[in-house]
């Protein structure tokens, strides 16, 4: 008997151990590939998966690498060259991605607008949805023309509009998505006004963003040049291999080291600090 108590017992622990350990991994994965793959989406690469962005990442690292080695020929700055060199394409995924959104923030007044001109002339609400694929803004007609076509021929408002929400992948349009929903399930009479208020707060605050945008850019922008400047001086001396030789050394590399991280965390910093609040995704 106490035998196999102490087996049912070291079983619990080890399937306590087991869960405690391997249970986090995979969702936790899963986690950041969505997180990347939605990221893609705003930035308008959806034809784009998170792992093909990894690639691109690693074989910009080579690359730079590479030729910093052949130019420079030091050991020391070629990798470090290449880890910056490695950052571009994420860098410039999230730059596309937060310009779409600005941009998109000034168009979703114009859908909201279509929407209501196509409610007061009679259409239902997913006809309505349907002709801003027709007559919307051009940047937003393909999720629109999609939603149509899913409607069309499952016939599930809900399901063509959470597709709709999937592909858009943008927090306004997950408000105008859901306030559309609630206006069909409950239908009345107050549609073209609930309409006409979302036009008028999303185009509030967009103007307010806009403004806010304006006033803080400037900083950011010096900020930038100020964590960059260092690095491109550093260029242009690698392109004297007796100066750069310098960095070749025990001390060199601890310098550039202290350097790099001073650099990455600065930016961060400045990011962080001089970032708008965003609008997230709590209605997906």
């Known amino acids: 008997m106490g ?3 102490g087996l049912v017992a070291g079983i619990g622990v080890l399937l306590v151990w087991a869960g405690l350990s391997t249970a986090p991994r995979h969702p936790r994965s899963r986690v950041r590939h969505d997180r990347m793959q939605e990221q893609l989406i705003q930035a308008g690469l959806s034809g ?3 792992s093909q962005l ?3 990442q690693a074989l910009a690292g080579v690359v730079v ?4 080695l052949v130019v420079t020929g030091s050991v020391v700055v070629s990798p470090l060259l290449g880890a910056f060199g490695a950052m571009v394409p994420r860098l410039l995924v999230s730059r596309l991605r937060h310009r779409r959104q600005a941009d998109l923030r000034d168009l979703w007044p114009e859908v909201v607008d279509n929407l209501t001109s196509g409610v007061r002339a009679g259409l239902s609400l997913p006809e309505a949805l349907a002709s801003i694929g027709v007559r919307g803004p051009e940047q937003l007609r393909e999720p629109f023309v999609r939603f149509g076509s899913d409607y069309r021929t499952t016939g599930h408002f809900n399901r063509s509009l959470d597709a709709l929400k999937a592909a858009l992948a943008d927090p306004v349009g997950d408000r105008v998505c859901e306030s559309l929903r609630v206006a069909r399930e409950v ?3 107050d549609l073209g006004r609930l309409l006409t208020t979302l036009s008028t707060f999303l185009r509030d605050d967009a103007r307010t963003r806009a403004e806010l945008g304006a006033r803080q850019s400037w900083s950011v922008n010096a900020a930038r040049m100020a964590v960059a400047a260092p690095w491109l001086v550093l260029v242009l001396l690698a392109t004297q291999r007796a100066t ?3 960095y070749d050394t025990p001390t060199g590399a601890l310098i550039l080291g202290a350097g790099a991280v001073a650099s990455v965390g600065a930016y961060r910093l400045m990011i962080r600090i001089g970032r708008l609040p965003e609008d997230k995704r709590v209605l997906r």
Do not use: D, F, Y
């Open 3 to 5: 035998s196999l108590i």
């Open 54 to 56: 990894v690639a691109l």
């Open 48 to 50: 784009v998966t998170p």
């Open 65 to 68: 690498t590479v030729v910093a």
């Open 244 to 246: 750069i030789q310098a």
């Open 187 to 189: 239908g009345g009479t």
